[in-house]
């Protein structure tokens, strides 16, 4: 029983979320600086520099909602007993995911030639993720001698800088291409994965057959290996730290703007495609057997800090064994950046200039969690240093809905942009109820 309690909380604390792309109401404010990150092919009217901007995206396929139970005054996990094996498990997905992009641009210029538009910019990026199998939750209900697979079981994440180049050029009077190269420069990586996962009760505890995978890129150092012949993770060798990166790679943005008319555009683009070559210095694997017996049961108002700590020493002393890593071969292996498909329509109504209606449509996919929306958007000018946008529509995982502001002073543009789907967080925890993608965005340019 306190086996089950201890696993049941991780696997809900994995699932949790840990909070980028490009905000869909890019389109629909006034001469935004940094529109060529949505689609390379527009033009800022002007020169500028970008001082910094922030972005977040977090996604995940199944929210709180699928784990909580209200019952009278109660709320209850999933686990409870009041709660069918089948409404649990049928509101799980078969790999439950969650998934985070950070982009951070250090420095971005853009400047006019006489037949085109560029711009440079100097960006960190990262993302990471985790990965829980429906099986982890349906053995934790209902138990039994039946072999379970736990195997997808995965957490992963890749830190590096961009540098990239954009170029955007006017053919005739109604269409704009735009193309943006980008160099990657990989910082960090890691990826450890159960590739086997099996385990199923007996008379007495449980039986685990279990194999792992670690790949960790030696940026910081190489992973000494202990005289048993396994991965020391937390000792470094100094001597073998690497000042080069520790992967490189290419990617690709591509965009087209035509305005047949005056006051119509149509955009489309596609953005981040490539991906890095990781050089996976340290590298690991493991495989074996481990044979957990039961002892005294563990209520769940029984569980403190103490309780848990010394559940932790139990599981980890029985599972240690199959889990140790033993070196294998460096190896490079290539993973894809989040990609995106973008397209939009805007339309400035003729009796109001600063009113603009129009669509956005999204599709993106990275590493098995795609995702796709579209949605009614609109902007407003109001005033010479103030436009606002906002949009509604519906996406893989329900009702969406974002807002942008851009505020302009002196030669400063402030822009923020928030884009989250509806359904209710956990007060105070900011936990969605149910699965969704949510985009914060907040930067500052000025012009030259």
């Known amino acids: 029983m306190r086996t089950r309690i201890f696993l049941s909380l991780l696997a809900f604390a994995l699932c949790l979320p840990l909070g980028a792309q490009s905000f869909q109401e890019s389109l629909f404010l006034n001469n935004y600086r940094l529109g060529y990150r949505y689609n390379p092919a527009l033009q800022a009217d002007g020169d500028f520099i970008s001082i910094g901007e922030f972005s977040l995206y977090s996604a995940n396929n199944v929210g709180a909602s699928a784990f909580l139970y209200p019952r009278g005054n109660e ?38 030639t006489k037949n085109a538009f560029h711009t440079v910019e100097i960006s960190a990026r990262g993302m990471y993720g ?62 450890y994965k159960f590739t086997r996962f099996n385990i199923h009760m007996t008379g007495e505890g449980y039986q685990m057959n279990i194999e792992t995978a670690l790949d960790l890129t030696n940026r910081s150092g190489k992973m000494e290996t202990s005289e048993e012949g396994y991965l020391q993770l ?7 730290k690497w000042r ?14 035509w305005e047949p008319v005056d006051g119509l555009a149509l955009s489309l683009s ?85 009113l603009s209606l129009g669509f956005t449509g999204n599709y993106s996919a990275f590493e098995g969690l795609p995702y796709a929306e579209g949605r009614f958007a609109l902007g407003v000018n109001p005033l010479s240093w103030l436009d606002i946008t906002g949009s509604a529509g519906y996406g893989t995982y329900g ?50």
């Open 244 to 257: 080069l990166p520790s992967g490189v790679g290419l990617a690709l943005d591509l965009g087209l703007l």
């Open 399 to 448: 009702a969406v809905w974002g807002a942008a502001i851009q505020v302009r002073v002196l030669r400063f543009r402030l822009h923020a942009a928030y884009q989250d789907g509806f359904g209710g967080t956990i007060p105070y925890k900011s936990t969605p109820l149910k699965a969704n993608g949510r985009t914060i965005v907040i930067g500052l340019t000025y012009d030259i």
């Open 75 to 112: 709320l209850v996990t999933g686990l409870h007993p009041s709660v069918s094996t089948y409404d649990f498990i049928s509101s799980l997905k078969d790999l439950n995911q969650k998934q985070s992009h950070v982009n951070y641009s250090l420095f971005a210029y853009g400047f006019r």
């Open 130 to 191: 985790a990965a829980v199998p429906k099986e982890f939750f349906r053995f934790l209900k209902q138990g039994g001698e039946e072999v379970y697979s736990f195997a997808g079981t995965r957490l992963q994440g890749q830190l590096y800088a961009e540098l990239a180049y954009g170029y955007s050029r006017k053919i005739g009077d109604k269409l704009s291409f735009g193309v943006r190269p980008k160099l990657l420069l990989g910082l960090y990586a890691a990826d």
């Open 234 to 240: 937390l000792k470094w060798q100094a001597k073998d």
């Open 270 to 354: 596609l953005t981040d495609l490539g991906g890095l070559f990781w050089h996976y210095g340290n590298a690991g694997t493991s495989k074996g057997d481990a044979n957990i017996t039961l002892v005294n049961d563990l209520n769940y108002e029984d569980i403190n800090f103490k309780g848990l700590v010394e559940q932790v020493k139990i599981l980890g002393e029985k599972l240690l064994q199959p889990i140790s890593l033993k070196p294998a071969d460096r190896r490079f292996v290539w993973k894809s950046i989040p990609f995106q498909a973008n397209a939009a329509i805007r339309y400035k109504m003729p009796f109001y200039r600063p």
